[in-house]
């Protein structure tokens, strides 16, 4: 079974430019997240989507992140324009929708991350 | 809200020796999951274990268990007969409940493990 997909894996920008990455997630999964990992702190959740309907954005910086899941398979985040602090690791998981009160795991799958320096 | 909390930045082990990762959590909700993840230096989260809050048992795959204790809010990972492959970042994660019940993931700060050979 081929595991979720990103690209690109590494990105070097200036502030003040754009970038775009791209997650393929494991065929059937329907739900699907976005995460910033800052070097030395834990994933924090950007957007959670749910086939193509947006779960969750309370952690997205709307005002230069915007992220899209057309036809609920693959799905691009966008950061316009960039900033210092943009620079993390961005990492694209997938997973069966879960219920939070259910006992199933419902765990979350992985991608390789894509890396992004800001200069 | 959750919380997820690690207090051990850094922490060795010999090969072939048992490690514990300590992991302590809030929560107010009756049912809840808790998960670990491994993320080597190549940067992908790798699930471990999961741990259901009404799992009477302790969760174990292969050489990981959950030390699973209720009343203190902890979920310890515990590894046994360490190899070198080990070494790496270990999160430890909660679902935290969304409006419209389903959950998103709230990781720990994590714990970096280094195998000695």
């Known amino acids: ?119 | 809200a959750q919380k997820i909390t690690q207090t051990q930045p850094g922490m060795f082990v010999q090969e072939k020796e048992a490690v514990t990762l300590d992991c302590t959590y809030d929560t107010s909700d009756q049912s809840y999951g808790l998960f670990w993840y491994k993320q080597p230096s190549s940067g992908e989260m790798i699930f471990l274990i999961y741990q259901g809050s009404y799992d009477e048992q302790n969760a174990t795959e292969g050489r990981y268990s959950l030390n699973f204790q209720k009343a203190r809010k902890s979920a310890n990972l515990v590894i046994s007969a360490s190899q070198l492959g080990d070494s790496a970042m270990y999160f430890c994660a909660m679902r935290e409940p969304l409006m419209d019940s389903s959950y998103k993931l709230i990781f720990g700060s994590g714990t970096r493990l280094l195998v000695r050979p």
């Open chain 1, 1 to 119: 079974e081929a595991g979720v997909a990103q690209s690109p894996r590494y990105k070097i920008i200036e502030k003040r430019q754009s970038v775009a990455f791209w997650c393929n997630p494991i065929s059937g999964h329907a739900t699907l997240y976005w995460y910033q990992q800052i070097l030395g702190q834990g994933p924090k959740l950007l957007i959670q989507f749910q086939n193509n309907g947006v779960v969750d954005d309370s952690q997205l910086p709307k005002d230069r992140f915007s992220a899209e899941r057309l036809k609920g398979v693959d799905s691009t985040l966008k950061i316009q324009p960039a900033k210092l602090e943009d620079s993390a690791v961005y990492l694209c998981a997938s997973s069966f929708p879960g219920l939070a009160g259910s006992e199933g795991s419902y765990e979350q799958y992985f991608g390789p991350g894509t890396r992004l320096t800001v200069t």
